[in-house]
DNA sequence: GCCGTTTTCGGCCCGACTGTTTTCAGTCG
């Protein structure tokens, strides 16, 4: 049984746990960690490296590593991670999601309490035995509760959309504060990660103290966890953690820069600095001959570095682009002309065809390609044959009426990728749309070969622009369905298939992190809001987020050619696109 | 355990806050 990277990330991120509470050397540590996070990430199909022992010349993972890694993908175990972790339950590990609870205490536990679990923990809680404990103490027990109770009740990870709403609330109320001299939100929201654990926000001010209290007053605060003259954070009521930095008005670039993060790509950047002479860190440069630094991008500047853009800041590859002058110009979302895939009352949509395309037009797009659900999808009331011949002609009508050289419609469907990997409508009805994008609804939990071969074959058909929500994808919900995804970029290079980036917040799909490779061999993507309603269509607005997140660039994103380039371009054949 | 304009050893980010302490350890970001 063939391992998986998520599965040799997981084994590394555990060696790296146990480690840890065994008081191991803290860098080493760190170095099965990131090892963890670049099995993760790698831009490439890692396992067959690994089952080949060809993992020379990765950054991060050195000798040591590499011979773990080829021992678990060749043989689906690794000896060394089996022998540490023989004294300890599944359960142990989830000891780990709890607030407030490190290696050190979690250790202490373990051996001195033998808690191996949650409810081992609890039980050891509400006995009390946990406070008379060396190092702990009555709140210590207490806050351990709080925290169980709230991994009880879930909610510690949210959707960008609703982080986002948050978010621009908080920063409202902030930007009211007479005090308040620069305001902005930081941390993974600011990277457009396509779900957050927590909202960062600094503020500029020249006093710091009152902005902490206003924070942790703000009516939205359910919970103030922690409260000092300089930081705040507070929970909101649906449990999202919201800190605050107040710093000076020459302290908020670094404090900006340092709390954007992300944390790998501070520890690139910091040791950048070093390399100057300098110290870096959320206050300023310390050393001699410092820069002047007011803004953010003073700070990459005096690295020799171009602007990263938020987006970017995952340390992976964004420094040594930015070092070269070789960073992609990334699209933005008003370089978006249409959009495609979006439904109407005739399946599961909420609002009827003309309704999708006054909101269309309002949103200043030039045109919007309809794609209802096909047959086989009678849960999302898939239109038959007959019914899509009648869409087709309501949508011809409405161009007739109101379509011009400002706006139109295109007739299409989303078409159900069968079983086998055929489609749910013939070649002869697919020709007469203008375009299609095909996805998978059912039959999701065919092994990784079989999904990815079905996929191949519904993407080798002339009459598939593209291919929708490549995993299917539910953040926070529901796992991707197992397919590879290198194989998959393969196909739609050589077919000529559009990829799209399914930019509903429920699924963000195919996920940011594969799009650089994508773009690297050609592929096309297509930004689609995957609307069920006419607000939904400002989806759009996270999809450009998103894939300046896979640094996509204008010329990469299918939907940023003007209505008449489009509407030839949709007439190619697919080779000739 | 990883890495190298400090190149095979000696560094590897560090400050704020909390709770248990009485000068600090642990956790978090």
Redesign the pocket.
């Known amino acids: 049984m063939p391992v998986t990277r998520e599965q040799m990330a997981a084994v590394l991120e555990e060696i790296a746990l146990l480690l840890e509470i065994q008081g191991e050397?803290p860098?080493?540590v760190?170095?099965?960690r990131q090892?963890a996070e670049v099995v993760e990430s790698y831009d490439g199909d890692i396992v067959a490296l690994a089952v080949e022992n060809k993992l020379d010349g990765i950054?991060?993972?050195?000798?040591?590593?590499?011979d773990k890694l080829h021992e678990l993908a060749s043989t689906g175990e690794l000896g060394f991670h089996k022998k540490l972790r023989e004294s300890y339950p599944d359960s142990f590990f989830t000891l780990f999601q709890l607030?407030?609870?490190?290696?050190?205490?979690?250790a202490a536990l373990h051996k001195t309490l033998g808690v191996d679990s949650i409810p081992s923990l609890k039980a050891a809680c509400e006995a009390g035995s946990v406070a008379g404990l060396?190092?702990?103490?009555?709140?210590?027990q207490t806050?351990i509760l709080e925290a169980i109770g709230r991994i009880e009740q879930a909610a510690t990870a949210f959707r960008l959309d609703v982080a986002t709403l948050a978010a621009e609330e908080i920063l409202e109320e902030l930007r009211k504060h007479p005090d308040v001299l620069r305001v902005s939100s930081a941390?993974s929201l600011r990277r457009s990660k396509e779900v957050v654990g927590?909202l960062?926000f600094i503020v500029a001010t020249n006093d710091p103290a009152a902005l902490t209290k206003f924070f942790g007053a703000l009516p939205q605060a359910k919970e103030i966890i922690?409260?000092?003259?300089?930081?705040c954070s507070i929970r909101l009521e649906d449990g999202l953690?919201c800190?605050l930095r107040a710093v000076t008005n020459a302290q908020f670039p670094f404090a900006l820069q340092y709390?954007t993060g992300s944390?790998e790509h501070n520890?690139a950047i910091?040791?950048r600095a070093?390399?100057h002479g300098w110290?870096l860190?959320e206050y300023g440069f310390t050393g001699n001959d410092l820069p002047t630094v007011n803004e953010e991008g003073d700070i990459y500047k005096a690295l020799g570095l171009d602007f990263i853009p938020p987006a970017l800041r995952e340390n992976r590859g964004e420094i040594e682009a930015a070092d070269e002058g070789k960073l992609p110009r990334l699209v933005e979302w008003e370089n978006l002309r249409g959009t495609f895939h979006c439904h109407t009352t005739d399946s599961d949509g909420k609002n009827t065809l003309n309704a999708m395309a006054e909101a269309a037009q309002e949103l200043g797009l030039q045109y919007l390609g309809i794609s209802d659900h096909s047959k086989s999808s009678p849960q999302a009331n898939g239109l038959n044959e007959v019914r899509l011949a009648k869409q087709i002609d309501a949508v011809a009508a409405w161009n007739k009426e109101f379509g011009s050289a400002q706006f139109r419609l295109f007739a299409g469907s989303e078409v159900d990728i069968l079983k086998d990997g055929s489609l749910d409508f013939s070649d002869e009805m697919l020709s007469s749309l203008d375009w299609a994008v095909a996805s998978v609804h059912n039959a999701t939990s065919l092994d990784e070969d079989e999904m990815t071969k079905r996929i191949i074959r519904a993407m080798e058909n002339p009459y598939v622009t593209m291919l929708g929500h490549m995993t299917g994808r539910l953040l926070l919900r529901r796992d991707a369905y197992r397919v590879n995804h290198e194989k998959l970029i393969d196909a739609a290079a050589e077919t000529r298939t559009v990829i799209e980036l399914n930019c509903n917040p429920k699924r963000f799909d195919m996920d940011w992190r594969w799009w650089h490779r994508a773009r690297d061999k050609g592929v096309l993507c297509s930004i689609n809001p995957d609307a069920h309603s006419t607000g939904q269509l400002q989806y759009i607005r996270f999809g450009a987020d998103v894939a300046r997140k896979g640094w996509l660039r204008r010329e990469d994103v299918l939907n940023t050619k003007p209505l008449a380039e489009m509407a030839e371009w949709l007439k190619l054949p697919k080779a000739k696109r």
């Open positions: 050397n860098f080493k760190r170095a099965y090892g950054k991060g993972l050195g000798e040591a590593l590499r607030d407030g609870l490190g290696p050190k205490k979690i060396s190092g702990f103490g009555a709140k210590t806050k941390g927590d960062d922690v409260q000092g003259d300089t930081k953690q800190d709390f944390k520890v910091r040791s070093l390399k110290s860190n």
